[in-house]
């Protein structure tokens, strides 16, 4: 027989993979759980009770919900609710409200199209794209008055431009409204209506280029870097005549004593069309000057815009080095179109680097669409439905440009239509199949950007279905996921410290269907906000319900009573103890529990929207009780004197369990043996004070719970809370003996 105690003083890895359990010398089992639910995993290692919500108000009219974060500022965050066809606001918990009524703006989005918007932000406005409709723009003039209406995109983009010298477009003015007429074949569709239309001239024959010293006189034009000047006053010497205009508005004298120039086009005219009669025939307004030498004679060299009902708007959109990027259209469902820096409406193609540009990603297997664009420390990431795409700058630290761009796959894990989170600057993005959460790292040994599934050490999560993720950076490094099951999951990440944990957090019976992160009021911790499906007296409600803080009663700074670890609660303080708690309608006829700086009281049926206790408090919180809550950890490991112990009968003695600021738990016994079913022991209450309520101090030291069982192949525990009571474990001793 041999005894021995071998402690598990880590639990950061959180739930792990069912195909782990026999991988004792793995880091991740050997800081690993079997069940890990209703509770998260820090990098210290502790394992927490998960927290609880606050509810906060309902969707407009129980509908399915998107979430979009807002945030302007660090203290200035608003949270934008979007469903079919309507978007209303919230701030920090408290719905934006008009004269009477909650402040509204109408969409032209269905559901459908909702779940699929990806948007950036820019100071106070933001720009969203679904693919299918032209991309709107979403402005803040004050918390109450925002407008939704198109952007207002300038220059293009613009498809490839046309090659057939027999099809030609010529127009009828060079400002104002025009004609325009197509010779040769068809050109103009409905659906370009709303959309650009560019033509450039061919044929220079009768504009010469600016050369020095020549005489010019009054309204001669002249032609430098694609652009048309007039000269606008008395003729000047040859002599004088010695720098050439550059400018691209206005009239601007070119060197002191020699001409003014004015500028009058450059070799394309841009229009945007407003009619379509016909196959040849356009109606159109001039954004930038048509050449005279394309009125009344046609050319080659046109080109529609890339963006229309006719052939598709872009489905992804990011911001990367200052540039806009937009991408996928159903057109062309693999091309990216880069804004010009610093100006990301602004599509007109050029030359330079800070102009816009766009890049047709070649395909490898098969026309996999691009679903999503993501900046990156090191460049462009394009989510690809085969694939996944690098673009970084070939020079340097330079910004990625028609010139320097470089593509490459980075990873052969094609990607989910959901938006990555990048923290620290690294993409982290569901596989096409759902089941994975990919991170794409630069390899310095490799020199390059390369993938890493992150959920392998709880691949059993992904079964599933990942659906959504976000990203909270403070208290803790967390990413959510939304399963389709309407689970949600908790990624406690920290590259730096090689923590890496899973762990699953039921909220009462509610199914999960959106989540959001954004900042909170003060600045400090984020808040994280859920869309919840419950079942609420027989009707189908959603609710916006708000994770309730827990950091701060590991650290101290939060009293016992201040822990909510009850879902759709509402939180008391009043200045007088109270008996009454009411305002509870959302939980009218449900069973709750009332955890207060007395302890916890109840369980309660909700009647007339109130609950009565009959002690008063001072704080109070009520909510639904989850029940599923439970951390079993992984069989105890039970060496023997001539090697591992797996298979060897063991049993277990007793159990160390070290708690940190906790107010109750229950344990139980689990013994195993393959082909029947386990056999549980009696759960066994820890309680802290018992007061008026009950559980109302947090403790901290090591309890010793009377737990044990007879010899068998495999021994564990059940750990589970007491109600609303917090619950935070450092450490797990169990001293088991194995016979020999």
């Known amino acids: 027989m041999t005894r021995s105690a071998p402690p598990q003083r880590s639990f950061a890895s959180g739930e792990v993979s069912p195909t782990l359990a026999g991988r004792t010398d793995y880091i991740r089992v050997q800081t690993g759980a079997e069940t890990c ?29 998107r979430l979009v974060e807002f945030e302007f500022n660090t203290d200035d965050a608003v949270l934008l609710e979007l469903t079919a066809g309507w978007l209303r606001f919230w701030r920090y918990g408290e719905q934006v409200m008009g004269p009477s009524s909650p402040y509204q703006v109408a969409t032209p989005w269905s559901f459908s199209q909702v779940k699929g918007l990806k948007w950036i932000q820019s100071a106070d406005r933001i720009f969203m794209v679904d693919g299918a409709q032209a991309p709107r723009r979403l402005s803040r003039t004050a918390l109450d008055d925002w407008t939704l209406d198109l952007a207002p995109f300038t220059g293009g983009p613009l498809r490839p431009w046309n090659t057939d010298e027999s099809v030609t477009v010529e127009a009828d003015g060079e400002t104002g409204t025009v004609t325009l007429t197509a010779t040769g074949g068809d050109v103009f569709d409905a659906g370009m209506i709303g959309s650009v239309f560019a033509l450039r001239v061919v044929d220079w024959s009768d504009v010469p280029l600016w050369t020095g010293n020549t005489d010019f006189a009054v309204d001669d034009l002249v032609r430098y870097d694609g652009r048309v000047y007039r000269c606008a006053d008395a003729a000047a010497t040859a002599d004088k005549n010695v720098s050439p205009p550059t400018h691209d508005k206005g009239t601007v004298l070119s060197t002191k004593g020699g001409p003014s120039w004015q500028f009058r086009s450059t070799n394309t005219g841009l229009v945007e069309i407003t009619a379509v009669a016909s196959g040849t025939s356009a109606t159109a307004k001039v954004v930038d000057r048509i050449p005279s030498e394309l009125v009344g004679a046609g050319t080659w060299e046109w080109a529609p815009g890339a963006w229309s009902d006719l052939y598709g708007w872009p489905a992804a959109v990011c911001l990367h080095d200052q540039r806009a990027f937009f991408a996928a259209t159903p057109t062309e469902q693999r091309t990216v179109w880069g804004s010009a820096i610093g100006t990301i409406l602004d599509f007109a193609e050029g030359v330079n680097a800070d102009q816009a540009f766009a890049y047709s990603i070649a395909a490898q297997r098969g026309l996999n ?9 090191k460049g462009l990431s394009i989510g690809a439905t085969g694939e996944v795409h690098g673009a970084r700058s070939s020079i340097g630290d330079e910004t990625v440009s028609a010139e320097t761009a470089a593509f490459g796959v980075v990873a052969t894990v094609g990607a989910h239509h959901v938006q990555p989170i990048a923290p620290s600057g690294r993409p982290i993005y569901i596989s096409r199949d759902q089941t994975r959460a990919v991170e794409l790292r630069y390899s310095l040994q490799d020199d390059g950007t390369k993938p890493r599934v992150l959920s392998m050490p709880a691949r059993h999560l992904g079964a599933d279905r990942f659906d959504v993720i976000a990203w909270q950076s403070s208290p803790l490094p967390i990413a959510w996921i939304v399963r389709k099951s309407g689970d949600l999951v908790a990624m406690i990440y920290d590259p730096d410290e090689d923590v890496l944990g899973w762990c699953r957090v039921p909220v009462a019976g509610g199914v999960v269907e959106e989540v959001a992160v954004t900042a909170a009021p003060d600045g400090g911790e984020d808040e994280v906000r859920l869309v919840v499906r419950r079942e609420i007296g027989g009707e189908t409600r959603r609710h916006i319900e708000r994770l309730s803080p827990f950091w701060g009663l590991l650290t101290g700074e939060m009293k016992i009573a201040e822990a909510n670890h009850l879902y759709a609660a509402k939180e008391f303080v009043f200045e007088e103890p109270a008996t009454k708690l ?3 309608d959302h939980l009218e006829g449900e069973t709750v529990l009332v955890w207060t700086d007395y302890g916890q009281f109840g369980p309660f049926v909700v009647a007339a929207g109130k609950v009565a206790l009959d002690f008063a408090v001072n704080r109070a919180f009520v909510g639904l009780e989850d029940k599923t809550q439970r951390l079993r950890p992984l069989d105890f490991y039970a060496p023997t004197r001539t090697g591992d112990g797996m298979g060897r009968p063991v049993k277990l003695s007793r159990i160390g369990v070290r708690l940190l600021r906790s107010a109750g738990y229950k344990i139980r016994s689990v013994m195993r043996e393959w082909g029947k079913a386990d056999t549980l022991g009696s759960w066994i209450e820890r309680r802290g004070g018992d007061v008026p309520g009950e559980l109302v101090t947090g403790w901290s030291g090591v309890d010793w719970p009377n737990v044990s069982t007879g010899f068998a192949p495999q021994v564990t525990a059940d750990i589970e809370p007491i109600g609303a009571a917090p619950l935070t474990i450092l450490a797990l001793t169990p001293t088991v003996e194995a016979q020999e």
């Open 582 to 584: 009411t305002g509870l």
């Open 37 to 65: 639910r209703g509770f998260i995993v820090t990098p210290e290692g502790a394992v927490t009770r998960a927290p609880g919500t606050i509810y906060e108000g309902r969707t407009k009219d129980d509908a399915p919900a």
């Open 369 to 377: 669409a691009i679903v999503w664009v993501a900046s990156s420390d």
